[in-house]
């Protein structure tokens, strides 16, 4: 008896004698001296039909089978005489694993996304999602794939960290401490004595640690968890998400927008190519343009346009836009989904954005009023990438750190790096949580993520 997946049972080529199948049923119907029982594994989005006749010895307790009841079927693989499917299996024998009750919450009917996430423990047994989560992990795979052949280093970078990245202050405490009966000086809590001696936070970005291996390693990449404490319940908004972010060791602002570009094109033309049966459900029930818009994003040359101009575009558009439009200030959703889906109607990277608004890190231009810094908006999403050549001058730098109010002594560590062997190098930070909003069709970030964390809500 063989064990084997659904997904290659129903792409077989020929009948198949004696196979083994584990998985959930989805509906049970009885006729005629027969039960038809459709199964599903998880390992793709059609389901297969069983034959059980009542000639089987446990005929009686297979008709009191389930909704989203557990069995292992034995029996042959073969030509299916009905419609809807190639295949069926004849079964030898039905082991029953589990029967669920009644008040299984995912019985055959529609549900909503909202109620879907009320039971995200159980939300990856419907098509959708586990359509969705499928894709999650083909596009975690396409990542690893495509900076494996370019030659990049994959690189674990710290998700506890004494460094705030961005400078926002929007960050998770992460302590051992009783804070209600800890000492406070001047309002500000003494962290001495906690588990590392200071005050310790979970990471918003992985950048800054990518930074000191591309400097040592060459062009080099993490993806991994982050995390901000930012009060926001938008749809693109979670306290906890993952990024890809990166690095090119002796790569200009140039090398970085070409590298995002690249990086988009691959991963949309991955997703046309290896998630096709999975896309197919998200083309006909979420978005009926998702085959078209991957279709331009993989196949497009990315318009390349300066900030400066940028503004000039959106200034003399004729719309209104409900945030004012004008140099020194950063471009909001409204504006990034104009340039991308109705300006230019393709993806854009926007770059040379004000000093003024950009993180201390970023390369300052000659012009001393810009920075080398590039986002990459695409039609549907808006911002997906947003990245930077980073300020290897040690000068210009801890000048900037100044600016930004940042303790000098709290990143001796990473001056060093512009102290010791410093070169021109770039790197960006790509949502994956976006990417799979873009693959999908998907509007809501909660749906893309198998336990959101947002403001308010830790289940599960």
């Not at 792409?11 to 196979?19: C, E, K, M, Q, Y």
């Not at 960290?161 to 406070?184: I, N, P, Q, R, Y």
């Not at 009060?231 to 890809?244: C, D, G, P, Q, V």
């Amino acid at each position: 008896m063989k064990k084997c997946k659904l997904l290659s049972l129903l792409n077989s080529d020929a009948p198949l004698d004696n196979v083994l199948i584990n998985g959930w049923v989805r509906t049970r119907r009885d006729s005629g001296g027969f039960s038809f029982i459709e199964i599903n594994d998880g390992s793709c989005l059609k389901n297969a039909q069983i034959i059980a006749d009542k000639n089987l010895p446990n005929y009686d307790d297979i008709k009191k089978i389930s909704t989203g009841s557990a069995v292992t079927v034995s029996g042959d693989l073969v030509e299916s005489k009905g419609g809807g499917q190639k295949w069926e299996i004849r079964a030898k024998k039905i082991d029953i694993i589990s029967i669920a009750p009644d008040s299984y919450p995912l019985q055959k009917k529609r549900h909503t996304d909202e109620y879907l996430r009320t039971i995200a423990h159980l939300r990856p047994r419907t098509n959708k999602y586990g359509a969705a989560f499928r894709i999650r992990s083909d596009m975690s795979f396409a990542i690893h794939k495509f900076y494996k052949d370019i030659g990049f280093k994959y690189i674990h970078t710290p998700i506890i960290t004494g460094s705030d990245c961005e400078g926002a202050g929007e960050m998770f405490k992460v302590t051992v401490m009783d804070l209600d009966k800890t000492s406070k000086s001047d309002g500000k809590t003494d962290f001495s004595s906690d588990f590392f001696g200071k005050a310790a936070k979970l990471t918003v970005s992985g950048q800054l640690s990518a930074e000191m291996f591309a400097l040592a390693l060459g062009d080099v990449y993490t993806f991994g968890p982050t995390f901000r404490a930012e009060n926001s319940n938008t749809r693109k908004h979670a306290a906890e998400f993952w990024m890809l972010e990166p690095e090119i060791a002796f790569g200009d602002i140039n090398d970085n927008m070409e590298l995002g570009e690249e990086t988009i094109k691959y991963l949309a033309g991955y997703a046309l190519a290896e998630c096709s049966d999975d896309l197919e459900l998200f083309a006909k029930y979420v978005d009926n343009n998702l085959y078209k818009n991957l279709e331009l994003i993989a196949s497009s040359d990315f318009v390349r346009l300066p900030y400066e101009e940028a503004v000039k575009i959106l200034a003399e558009s004729g719309k209104k836009f409900e945030y004012e439009v004008s140099f020194g200030k950063d471009l909001q959703s409204e504006h990034e989904h104009f340039l991308a889906e109705e300006h230019f109607n393709k993806p854009v990277i926007v770059y040379n954005y004000p000093k003024s608004i950009k993180p201390f890190y970023m390369r300052v231009n000659d012009d001393g009023r810009t920075v080398a810094a590039m986002d990459i908006l695409v039609p549907g999403i808006g911002e997906l990438i947003g990245g930077s050549q980073r300020e290897e001058r040690l000068d210009v730098l801890e000048s900037r750190m100044d600016e930004s109010g940042l303790s000098k002594k709290d990143y001796w560590w990473y001056l060093d790096s512009r102290r010791f062997g410093t070169v021109p190098h770039s790197g960006f930070g790509l949502g994956f949580e976006r990417l799979l909003m873009l693959v999908t069709g998907i509007k809501n970030i909660r749906d893309v993520i198998p336990f959101p964390r947002t403001p308010g809500s830790i289940e599960f």
